[in-house]
């Protein structure tokens, strides 16, 4: 059988031959999931803080999870849930996102029982995410609110055709998005040069998070 040769590129073959980078790569990896088992302890002060009596107890105790991959749209990923309840019919979940060469992310998602137990809520709150930002989180104060307009909830990239900042969104296209959809994500993403910003990465992502969990009290 006469098979094409599969070739390198210059470059590639550099690569190839160069294990550091890949080393280098598995460092960081790890110092992601170190920063979210940290994040974690501030996350959990700010869900009980916040939620106790307002969500079951299911969800303020569901389990914990942070894992990670190498292919989500080709790139290394790293997610932490928490709370991490997903049901065959019901979400409420905080998703903490790291993806490589793009972004942070913290996401709220919910659907099922949780969507319609806060939907008016969620209409309630446009003017507030409209206007919010944090004032000292230098370099983020332009980083908006986003809304899910996708018809799937299992995209996480900010492209037009997944993610609309709340800030284009009049009132009318906010409360049509929310009430026409049977899920809700609202995101808000995260530069990774804030990781080495003027104010610690643990602290930006617990602020944000702290922003989205609040929108539910």
Same mark, same amino acid.
């Given at each position: 059988? &006469?098979?094409?040769?599969?070739?390198?590129?210059?470059?590639?073959?550099?690569?190839?031959? &160069?294990?550091?980078?890949?080393?280098?790569?598995?460092?960081?990896?790890?110092?992601?999931?170190?920063?979210?088992?940290?994040?974690?302890?501030?996350?959990?002060?700010?869900?009980?803080?916040?939620?106790?009596?307002?969500?079951?107890?299911?969800?303020?105790?569901?389990?914990?999870?942070?894992?990670?991959?190498?292919?989500?749209?080709?790139?290394?990923?790293?997610?932490?849930?928490?709370?991490?309840?997903?049901?065959?019919?019901?979400?409420?979940?905080?998703?903490?996102?790291?993806?490589?060469?793009?972004?942070?992310?913290?996401?709220?998602?919910?659907?099922?029982?949780?969507?319609?137990?806060?939907?008016?809520?969620?209409?309630?709150?446009?003017?507030?995410?409209?206007?919010?930002?944090?004032?000292?989180?230098?370099?983020?104060?332009?980083?908006?609110?986003?809304?899910?307009? &996708?018809?799937?909830?299992?995209?996480?990239?900010?492209?037009?055709?997944?993610?609309?900042?709340?800030?284009?969104?009049?009132?009318?296209?906010?409360?049509?998005?929310?009430?026409?959809?049977?899920?809700?994500?609202?995101?808000?993403?995260?530069?990774?040069?804030?990781?080495?910003?003027?104010? &610690?990465?643990?602290?930006?992502?617990?602020?944000?998070?702290?922003?989205?969990?609040?929108?539910?009290?």
């Amino acid at each position: 059988m &006469n098979q094409a040769k599969i070739r390198l590129s210059s470059s590639e073959m550099e690569l190839v031959k &160069n294990a550091d980078w890949i080393l280098t790569k598995n460092r960081i990896i790890q110092k992601v999931k170190d920063l979210f088992g940290g994040l974690l302890y501030l996350q959990e002060e700010i869900l009980y803080e916040s939620l106790e009596g307002v969500v079951p107890e299911e969800v303020l105790a569901s389990s914990r999870k942070i894992s990670g991959g190498e292919q989500y749209r080709g790139l290394p990923w790293v997610v932490m849930d928490h709370p991490r309840y997903f049901s065959k019919t019901d979400i409420l979940a905080m998703r903490t996102l790291f993806w490589w060469g793009r972004s942070f992310s913290v996401t709220l998602h919910i659907s099922g029982v949780y969507k319609m137990r806060f939907e008016k809520k969620m209409i309630q709150r446009y003017q507030q995410l409209k206007a919010a930002s944090d004032p000292d989180a230098v370099g983020l104060t332009a980083s908006d609110y986003y809304i899910c307009v &996708n018809a799937t909830e299992w995209e996480h990239h900010f492209e037009e055709d997944n993610y609309k900042p709340v800030s284009a969104c009049s009132p009318e296209e906010w409360e049509a998005i929310i009430s026409g959809q049977p899920f809700l994500k609202l995101s808000k993403r995260i530069p990774l040069d804030a990781w080495e910003g003027p104010y &610690n990465i643990t602290e930006v992502l617990a602020w944000h998070y702290f922003s989205l969990v609040k929108l539910l009290e």
